[in-house]
């Protein structure tokens, strides 16, 4: 007892030391087995995957090559029964098939390699009976065809294609299979049976070939036989024979069981996993996987890990003893001992840091994920077990297909304008910010193909759009050298650096968690690579993970001629037609784009009723029959999918009522957002005359369309064409094209525009000077949607900056940017003034009704009571669209110029004048 108390007081001051020897050395064990279980599991892993992917290739091989002989028998058996249904005597059939087996036998068709010759066995010649064979063999005078076991399966098929495995054939000693199906005559009576042999031994060599090439080996087994292994000397044997190394399990092949990591000793008597499946055509594939070239880095990495783990043990024990030694000493011991710590702190994080190395080496690897869990939990252990380290030492942490190319001439403005009027929308509604900034001098007209180039575009810059959450996505393009480069930006999630070699691979997607979410084939950049290439250019890639990506084509430039761009222009030709007994309601918020419906519908005659606003569009349809409601999206109090929805509630006729959504947002999918709303069609902004067209067609009742051959149209003075050529804001390409190449209502849009250009732009400074970011939002929308129309696409850009600024409150940007902007404009105007001076004026305003004049004066004139300029100027521009009389017409462009400057009592005296009189 004296002892053991001894013992214990010597063993209790050091507890401690003790304890921390014992948790290092179980540290380190524990490390050890882990890294060894983990690592199994991924070499085990990988032994299932290399494994099933010798079963899916070899099978595709095994497969193709049985049905190839298939469909060639096919084919021989439905041209023989011709011969003999048309009388063609044996001797015709004869030649006929020697021709095609030695056709086959040259080796001149690589799929049917393995082919042996045909058999035919015939019954309805007039001689009676004949077969016939395109191989050389004695075949014994008393052998009786019809008890022949390939007749007699082919017999028992009744015309289906029979399969005959013959293992030891009679004339060249090896594995044969021979194809028969019996042919009938129109009568369904047998007329004989057509036979194809096979060699297999090919098919059996590529079993064996392919399980050898990793690492194993195969075999093939047809019932109870081997056909092939790399053993010849068990081919021919029945798998329950004892000598067979996987005999023991040969009763579950039998019953069609599959077999998966059985456990043998292989024929080379060394351990194996044993792997069966069985094949479409009853056969079975086996692989056998020898367990040593697999596991052995397994244990080689076992027996380093305990070795470089008994050095850090022993290195950590070495230093936990002198630290507990040293720590009784004297200052200067104390001093001593620190350097001492500090330098054999660097030993031992060198040889840690080595195994943190290799496992971060395995994270490279290509592992699944739940392998790359089994890694990432190996690293953990290590980096905790390093922080042990360092905490004992009293020492800071440690840091760590064939296509062809189509070129025309086209206006490379208007695919880059379609390409950003395409992504907007979907931008906005993510509220990302759609950025768009020119270099060099940008090109007119190009010769290329412009649908192949916008394809590419619209891929990658819908990818970054679909890829981006938050922040902007921006399309820059760049003119020099003879290039021009399409850099596209984005903030998205970005792209890990080992998985941008993946990108451009057909059906390939780079995975992770962050898109999983969103669909898809591949196909996408796979395609536009090639597209690119195939104009002579190229795509680079370049991205950070989690802080976006930049994507940059570059293709040649070819200049291309203004002359030879193709517009469309009119009706369709043959086709177009009348309808003035027609009903349509146009409902728009903005007069400007109202005159644009009603001047495209007056080609076909349409006397088009009017409304402003979703609220009197509902009034209107129930006071009014109409064949059509054509309504605008975006309105301020009750947009178009609102309205629209109330008139549906109305039931009865107003269910069926046609009612055509009118919008800029021409995106993917917001056709089928109209479609689910109540509209039965869809036309965008800037509307097209063909799209017109074609709703017109098909949903106007018939009796009230007039066909007629399309009339020439009126053409204006080349002099206005030319003359607004010259100004340099406005692309009239574009322009007429939003038109359908009509001269006439080009000229009346953009003298309309004008027209209200100085009233628009006071309507947004005042918007901006009194901070109403909302309204402002409204104005500059249809500013931009305006300038669009008549192809100042620059103008419209910016106007598209300041909305997206409006809609994110950014105020101080608008403050800072709309005075420019605003000088812009007027300056546009002045230029356009001085076209339309002494010229002829828009087509003269339909009178306005007495009743909405004084609805919208006593609106007019509430807005002034509450002071709200913005409410009295729209009541004002709603009257402005009509005619009142000359005198009535002053009376409210004065009280609008009031409101305008604020002076809300100058416009309240106006107002009143023109109730009382």
Partial sequence: MAAIRTLIKKVTPKRLLYVQIVFTFFSFLLMVILSYIFTSNIVHGYLLKNTENIFVSVQAKIMSDLLEPQITLDGLARTVRNMILRGDDLNKLHEYYNDISDYLSSGIDEHLTSFNGFLG?????????????????????????????????????????????????????????????????????????????????????????????????????????????????????????????????????????????????????????????????????????????????VTNMALILIALGTVFASVLIFVLLRVDAARNKSDMESRQKSSFLANMSHEIRTPMNAIIGMTDLLLYEPLNRRQMSFVNDIKVSARSLLSIINDILDLSKIESGKLEL?????????????????????????????????????????????????????????????????????????????????????????????????????FQRVETAKNRSIVGTGLGLSISKSFVEMMGGKILVDSEYE???????????????????????????????????????????????????????????????????????????????????????????MDGVEATGEIRKLGGKYKDLPIIALTANAVQGAREMFLSNGFVGFISKPIDLQEMYGILKEWLPPEKIKERMEESHEKTSGDFMDALNKVSEINTEIGLSRVSGMEKIYRETVELFNKKLVTECDVMSANVHKGDIKNFSISVHAMKSALSTIGAMNLSETASKLETASKDNDIEYCTERFPAFKDKLLNLHEALSAIFSGGETVADKKAGDAGYLRKNIEKALAAASDFDGDAGLEALNDLLAFDFGEQSNAVLENAAAAFRDFKFDAAVELLNGLKEG
């Fill in 121 to 297: 066995y015939f019954e309805t010649f007039a001689n009676g009976t004949a077969f016939i064979e395109t191989f050389v063999w004695d075949r014994p005078d008393d052998q009786d065809i019809t008890e022949r076991p390939w007749y007699l399966d082919a017999v028992a098929a009744n015309g289906k294609m029979s399969e005959t495995l013959m293992f030891r054939d009679a004339i060249y000693e090896e594995p044969v299979l021979i194809y028969a199906i019996c042919i009938f005559d129109d009568d369904g009576r047998r007329m004989g049976v057509i036979g194809l042999r096979v060699l297999i031994d090919a098919v059996g060599e590529y079993v064996v070939n392919t399980a050898m090439a990793q690492n194993g080996y195969g075999m093939l087994i047809d019932k109870d036989i081997i056909l092939a292994h790399p053993n010849h000397g068990f081919q021919g044997r029945n798998i329950h024979d004892p000598i067979i190394p996987f005999s023991f399990f040969a009763d579950e092949l039998k019953n069609g069981e599959e077999i998966n990591e059985r456990a043998l000793i292989s024929y080379k008597n060394e351990p194996a996993l044993a792997f069966f499946r069985m094949l479409p055509n009853g056969w079975y594939m086996g692989v056998v996987l020898p367990k040593g070239p697999y596991y052995q880095s």
């Fill in 406 to 506: 189509n070129p025309v001439d086209y206006d490379f403005h208007a695919l880059l304008d379609n390409i950003l009027s395409m992504f907007n929308y979907v931008a906005r509604k993510k509220n990302l910010e759609v950025r768009f900034e020119t270099e060099g001098e940008m090109p007119d007209y190009l010769y290329g193909d412009d649908i192949r180039l916008k394809q590419v575009l619209i891929n990658i810059f819908g990818n970054a759009v679909k890829y981006t959450e938050k922040g902007y996505v921006k399309l820059k393009v760049s003119a020099a050298d003879g290039n021009l480069t399409f850099e596209i930006r984005d903030t998205g999630m970005g792209i890990r650096k080992e998985d941008l070699s993946k990108l451009f691979n057909t």
């Fill in 547 to 637: 802080q976006g990506s930049v994507f940059i084509v570059i293709v040649p430039a070819v200049a291309g001629s203004k002359a030879k761009v193709k517009l469309k222009k009119g009706l369709p030709e043959g086709h177009a037609f009348y309808a003035p007994a027609a009903n349509v309601l146009v409902v728009d918020d903005n007069e400007f784009n109202m005159r644009v419906a009603q001047g495209l519908l007056g080609l076909f005659k349409i006397d088009v009723q009017t409304a402003f606003s979703g609220r009197e569009a509902i009034d209107l349809v129930q006071k009014n029959e109409y064949d059509i409601v054509f309504m605008d999206h975006m309105m301020p109090e």
